[in-house]
């Protein structure tokens, strides 16, 4: 990170310490050869190639925001992989690649809809999978078209969630939906809407 703009740097400490992503901190100018990736402001971008990240291209969200980071540094190459556990509550996890981004409980199918979409929007990926939980039929359909309007471009699986549940009585009912989540989210499904790989520039 590197910014002699004080509300820049602390909004993108900030925003770093939220998504639980490391860093460090150099001034403009500094020798940035060994670095990855070097975030910074729109203004203060010019010179750095494709080595700058600028804030303004940043989203507030805290997952969203890891996974461009994540995504930049390992070439937009990844799959944008979300699990949904359908339910009262609906639990969702979304991945990109390995890494876990975000997991949250919903109750409302416009709203994880409309969330997931978000963060197929906002992180450059290869393409977007998406493996909903088949135990809720009626609940099951309406997320389907919800999402395929939501995310057109995104693939989208039935999965069999028979085991995904967690018994531990540790768990909240809130934990254990988006741990199902999490599981459902790599547990291969039937394609009831077949999405495209993403071209990028």
Known sequence: ?????????????????????????????SDFRDWDLVLTTAEEAGGLGEKALALEELDENP??????????????SEVILVGVDPGKRTGMAVF??????????????????SRIGAFARGIPSSRVLIRVGNGNGPMVSKLVDGL?????????EVVDESGTSTRS???RGVQRDQVAAARIAFRKGDVVSRGTTRTRD
Do not use: H, N, W
């Open 1 to 29: 990170m590197a910014t002699s703009k004080a509300r820049a740097y602390y909004a993108l400490v900030s925003r770093l310490k939220r998504a639980g992503l490391p860093f460090s901190s150099a001034l403009p100018g």
């Open 63 to 76: 997952g969203i925001f890891r996974g461009q980071v994540i995504s930049r540094l390992s070439g937009e």
């Open 96 to 113: 990109y690649g390995q890494t876990k981004l975000a997991s949250s409980t919903f109750d409302s199918v416009g709203t994880i809809c």
């Open 148 to 156: 395929r309007r939501e995310v057109p471009d995104a693939t989208i």
């Open 169 to 171: 009585p540790k768990m």
